[in-house]
């Protein structure tokens, strides 16, 4: 359990990061001024920054600088993410020339979908270094580009039913199938075949990372299909790797088609919210995010960084949604600006952020609660 906190910490601090580098680097390119620059939330534990004489000076604890002529550099004591504190960000200061305030309209937006551009950098960068370690695919051969290596098909198991015959077998995900009463296979179609057979139990040869483990099962006939079963879920697969001016190509095609897969699937959901159908997809908490993290980080190395950038795709599509206290709310309130005019007050700003925010902190806390039932269930 501890890994698993440890690794869910890593990866959240990892996506938040990036994501207020962007408003950070876009907001220092364009010239306005960023007070600080933290790793964790406050209390600071550990700063360096510029003195008003150019030397660079370090301090330990949480000191009050007002020495600074540049960006203070933190290490802060609740290490989740990071924050960015740019000058004029609340709309003060605004008389200042290189405060967030007095910039133009489309600057403000720049810096405020900066946020959202990196986290979706950062899925490409996960997705493009996955391709290059190579991972396990169910491919057509035939149509893969020149330079990939692929390796020879094997069939891999995907899914085990709970309460099945392989389930109390003993068979496990991500177990690859080398024989079926001690004729070897490597398609898909070979098992089912083999499973179907007359025989009442039928044993079987896996290699589970590297081991082989020899197993026997009696499949059970399913009326639905018409066969024997035994409880699985498999594919033919190909170990893939791809050379790294490849990789990026692909990893940029697959980042775009997994972020339209998710925005699809937002408005999907919330399409069956609206007319009242039930949804057919989980909706997952931070409790139910981290274990699904722990359950990546156990398959593998692959898995966790894939899983990553989909978490990082998913929140640079939460984040640009118009609702206040999301960048996108702030996106709609210059959209709002450029309309009019002139800018919505400050006051009327910070209460529908403040409200927006609430509404994010009790849907968090009903999603969380849900994670504890499902848990417990």
């Known amino acids: ?224 299909l018409g066969r024997n079963i035994v409880g699985i879920g498999m594919a033919n697969t190909s170990f893939v790797k791809y050379p790294w001016y490849l990789a990026l190509i692909e990893g940029f095609k697959n980042t775009f088609a997994f972020l339209w897969l998710i925005i699809y699937t937002l408005f999907d959901m919330l399409r069956g919210l609206i007319i009242g159908q039930p949804m057919n997809v989980e909706v997952a908490g931070p409790i139910g995010i981290a274990v699904l993290t722990g359950d990546m980080a156990r398959m593998g190395i692959v898995y966790l960084i894939h899983f990553t950038a989909l978490l990082s795709l998913n929140l640079a599509i939460i984040n640009i949604l118009p609702f206040p206290a999301l960048d996108g709310g702030r996106l709609l309130f210059l959209l709002i600006e450029r309309i009019k005019g002139s800018p919505i007050k400050q006051s009327i700003e910070a209460l529908l952020n403040n409200f927006g925010f609430m509404l994010l902190m009790l849907l968090v806390v009903f999603v969380t609660f849900k994670d504890i039932i499902g848990l417990f269930n």
């Open 1 to 224: 359990m501890f890994i698993t906190i440890l690794i869910f910490v890593l990866v959240l601090s990892v996506l938040i990061f990036a994501h207020e580098a962007g408003h950070f680097f876009s907001a220092r390119r364009l010239g306005i001024k960023v007070d600080e620059f933290g790793i964790g939330f406050p209390p600071r534990v550990f700063s360096v920054y510029k003195n008003k004489e150019g030397r660079w000076r370090k301090i330990f604890g949480n000191k009050k600088i007002e020495d600074n002529s540049d960006v203070i550099y933190s290490i802060n004591a609740f290490p989740i993410g990071g924050f960015v504190k740019i000058k004029g960000e609340n709309g003060d200061e605004s008389g200042d020339k290189d405060s967030f305030a007095s910039q133009k309209i489309w600057k403000r937006a720049i810096v405020i979908s900066a946020g959202v551009i990196m986290n979706i950098v950062l899925a490409w960068i996960l997705i493009s270094i996955n391709l290059m370690i190579g991972s396990h695919q169910s491919i057509d051969q035939s149509n893969m580009p020149k330079g990939v290596k692929v390796s020879e098909p094997v069939v891999r198991i995907f899914q085990v039913v709970s309460d099945s015959p392989a389930s109390n077998a003993g068979l496990m995900p991500m177990d690859v199938i080398m024989d079926i009463n001690g004729e070897m296979v490597n398609d898909e179609e070979k098992v089912k075949s083999a499973i179907d057979s007359p025989s009442k139990e039928i044993t079987m040869t896996v290699d589970r990372e590297g081991e082989l483990i020899n197993l026997s099962l009696a499949p059970e006939f399913d009326e639905d």
